[in-house]
C-alpha cells in the first residue's frame, strides 16, 4: 500500500510526540528507538524511515521549539534601543521554548549542534539556520549590517556554550544561565563594536 504524503506526516508527528513524552518520563538515555516506535504504535523498522537515531529525533524537537521562539520573539510589540537587549529577549524566548528538552541536549551539542561540527544533521541544520538567521536580522535591524561568517561563528559558539551549561544549572529558575547569557552577548557585541571601531589602513599617496 502506497502511503502518501498526509499518512507521512500523520506518522512523523506519533514519533515526535511519543519521543518527546517517553524522553520526559524515562529520559533521553534510556529510552530506546524500540520504545519509541512501540509508543508511536509503528514497526520498529518503520521509524529509520524518518529518523536515523534517537538524536535526530531530539534535534527536530529542538528545531521545532527554537521556531517557536521565532514566532513568539516576533509577536513581541516592544522595542529595545540596545541590539544586546534584543538578543537577550531572543535566547530568553529559546530557552522558554527549549526547557522540556533541557536535560537532552547534551546529546546534540556533542555532535550536530557543536561549533566544530562542519556538516551538521537536517534538523540541527535548520536549528541553526533559523536562529542565526533572526540573529542577522536583528544585528541589521540595529545598524550592524551584515554579519560576517567569523561573527557568527563566534556567537554560536558562545550560544553553544550558553546550551551546555543551561542543560546542568540546577540554580533556583536557572539564574545563573541568564546571567552567562547577559554576560556572552555583553561580550559577543563588544567584540562586534570593536570590530566596527577599526578604521582600515590608509593608503599611501
Known sequence: MR??????????????????RLFAEQGFEATTTRDIAAAAEIASGTLFNYFATKEAIVGCLASAAVEAAGADFARQTRETPAFDEDLFAYVAA????????????????????????????????SLRI?????????????????????????????????LAFWAADRSPKQEDTLALVDHSLGMFVGWLDGQTSESPPQRKQ
Open 3 to 20: 502511503v502518501n504524503a498526509e499518512t507521512k506526516a500523520a506518522t512523523r508527528r506519533r514519533i515526535l510526540e511519543a519521543a518527546g
Open 94 to 125: 529559546g530557552l522558554r521554548r527549549l526547557k522540556p528538552l533541557r536535560k537532552h541536549l547534551p546529546s546534540l551539542l556533542q555532535t550536530s549542534l557543536s561549533p566544530l561540527a562542519d556538516a551538521p544533521a537536517d534538523e540541527a541544520a
Open 130 to 162: 533559523a536562529h542565526l538567521e533572526t540573529v542577522s536580522r536583528l544585528a541589521e535591524r540595529h545598524g550592524r549590517g551584515e554579519l560576517s561568517a567569523v561573527a557568527l561563528q563566534l556567537y554560536w559558539t558562545l550560544y553553544a556554550g550558553v
